[in-house]
């Protein structure tokens, strides 16, 4: 039975109180995102643990305020004990395969918060463009981008977004996807990528970076110096997926080193002998990473840190990808069923909805390794005319 | 039979103007005068290729086109578009004075370019183009007019120094022109407005080329609503069936029955007034693009009786009524009275001379449960067949629609379930299942056809769909030459129910934009790579 909602004294404040000290801080992966919401006739508190919790209760409030047909805002009383089920809920955007304004950016954080999203997974660079203007390397984004006056993240712009971000309790996650994914990355880097091969000559095609010449280990070391200075969270995502070793086989330079290093026909060898010291390099900058699935499915040897993306979708075969992943120790990250850029007809929000992470076949450690997911809106068919309708 | 000597003449001028045109990038961000910092797909350095040929910018591609290597300059301050001497329109031609001011717009861009330039004349290296003068050959040039099925919409477009001319029979082929036109003009890395010597003679393939919007589902803001008719002229459609009143919801706001919308609407702020419809049509008008609405009767109604008791049939169950309705009420007097006296109001609200009436996808399960209905299948002695219930009613409706020297167009089930329709009967082929069949069905009973099956747009799909639809043929189906002549042309469908004005822009385009060059274009013109080139120029312009 409906009862008359009872109009009692006008409600003047929502009292926010934190417990832990520290508002100029960072997100990480460890904040507790907790808050108890009191709504009661002549009190409205808001408490949590921290700043994120606060962020949260906000926009749990500002959800529960009503008007009516006169126009009058109105709050039922309520009772709310909130905390998030996986620490880890992230958004992917691409500013690759098309540029992606700096607005458009901001906006999609604000509509992160109205969902709780508090992981912005930034894939910055990849194959058709480099936006990413680097301080080291300015050739990067003179050369790569598709419009170096235009269409690249200044310094400036990325702190914007990163700001903007923690403001609303949201982690910047930058990606730098090696060592395939990178052919923007050649023009401004020559020597960088390894010149593929047809026969004898060079045809004059590159493909991922070159794994075996110095020059490479010292370029990323710079580079990543730079990115993890300029990416205050804890985690970078290394990426590592879709390496085609075509380019590297046709190499004779390469195979040499194969035979050299007793590493037979097995590229895969090769990409891990990449990854191996690319994570060396990040470690040893303070920073964690996160890869995707290819890393760990290749036998990469990983610190046992290291988050595994899992992202491949084939008839649910992601649920024995995080079984396997798990299993294995490894922190997993789901986004497999959820690819908001393969759009179809109808409601698929539900499919979507429907998913359950942890319904895999495994023991509760392994289900307590799984931190999260992340919604992926890959960029091949996606820019600034159609993001907002096609994420949200 | 003028084959599309475009693409050769197109590479000879190739290998002619390797040496003196520069690799040139259609403008792009000059449509609306957008900003330069408005972000824009742009080919990245190594695919600015050498072989752009001028008709890379062209959607639809012209039936004939020969463009030569030599360029002319235009200069925003002089440049003019203006009515040649031999034209019998002129300046009291509201339609192309109002077409002269949008092209230059789209040209030039809303920016300053205007002022007179400070760089020396001397400076220019090619001759200046200072007009294109359009020449309207008919007598009656047709301004104040409505577009209609039958009207001309040829063009023959020759530029050349000093002065462009653009000859069409009626002010409709003029604004098939100057789109085209528009999209010949492009700068140079410097700026320049340039244009290459170009010869064009286009007419469209089919005479029906439409997109259906759906208001009802969701309503669309007025503004949406013109946006996509900025649209639909870019890629030349001509024909907007406006699917304005459904089960959901009814926007129209009726003159004679106000109710209607007063408690049909979503709201009172979501209707359409008279104003708005009239702005709708003049906009279209102005754009040649004719406005063809459809009141979807006798399914498709649950609105209309929210606002007109005693229209729809009341559903019984076990001798009682349930409460709820189901289609118009077809036994009843009061049913044809109410429709006699809407479609008055219709036909003289919507100025084209076509009329859609729906009739699709009607449910016959209120009807077998209503018992007056019962008693008049028997009286009727239509047995058990509601299918004969359906057309007696979808025959009456035509005959008052007649009555008012309007066409009809019908969706398909009103011919596949015999009903007797009018000579001229536009028939919409939509169901998706053989629908090659059903056109061959339609035209082989001598009835005049429009295709949207295999282009409904809402069936969104991951990837680029455009490409499904630009490989449709319609006239891929078993028929006579006469049978193929009465497919008039066909419609992209937007079904409005996950659609609103958040997304509306972004879905339809430029995905129709494929079915607007099927429909305008050479039956020969399917190169999928040359689509994707022209196709990925022209949606930059759009934008």
Redesign the interface.
Known sequence: AEKEPSWETPCTKLLVYVSTPGCDGFPSLDSNESYKLSVSKGSMLLSAETIWGALRGLETFSQLVGRDENGTYYINETEIVDFPRFPHRGLLLDTSR????LK?ILETLDVMAYNKFNVFHWHIVDD??FPYESSTFPELSKQGA??AM??VYTASDVRSVIEYARLRGIRVIAEFDTPGHTL?WGPGAPGLLTPCYVGKAPSGVYGPINPIVNSTYQFVTSLFQEVSTVFPDFYLHLGGDEVDFTCWESNPEIRAFMAEMGLGQDYRKLESFYIQRLLDIVSSLGKGYIVWQEVFDNNVKLRPDTIIHVWKENNLQYLNEMANVTRAGYRALLSAPWYL???????DWIEAYKVEPLVFEGVPEQKALVIGGEACMWGE?V????L???LW | SWPTMGRAMGLAGLLLGLVVVPAVLVSTNLRHGAP????E??P?GWELAADAVPEDSLWPLPQWVRTYPRQLQLAPSRFQLVHGAASSAGPSCGLLQDAFRRYYEYIFGHSRRRTWGRRPLAARAEPELFQLQVVIEAGDPGCDRHPQLASSEAYHLTVTEPVAILKAAEVWGALRGLETFSQLVHEDDYGSFLVNESEINDFPRFAHRGVLLDTSRHYLPLKSILTNLDAMAFNKFNVLHWHIVDDQSFPYQSIYFPELSDKGAYSSNLIYTPTDVRLVIEYARLRGIRVIPEFDTPGHTQSWGKGQKDLLTPCYNGGQPTGSFGPVNPVWNTTYDFMTKFFKEISSVFPDEFIHLGGDEVDFSCWKSNPEVKEFMKKQGFGIDYAKLESYYVQNILDIVSSYNKGQMVWQEVFDHKAQLKPDTVVQVWMANNYARELSRVTGAGFTAVLSAPWYL???????DWKKYYSVEPLNFPGSEEQKKLLIGGEACLWGE?VDA??L???LWPRASAVGERLWSSSNVTNLQDAYKRLTNHRCRM?
């Open positions: 098309h540029y992606l304004p458009a058709p463009s598709f419009n235009t269409h923007s850029n393969r759009i179809s007809y109808g409601q068919y820019d600034v005319t159609n907002t309708p096609r | 330069r910092t408005e972000a797909p742009e990245s809402d069936y969104i799909s991951y990837g680029q996950f958040t997304n822009t972004p879905r934008l």
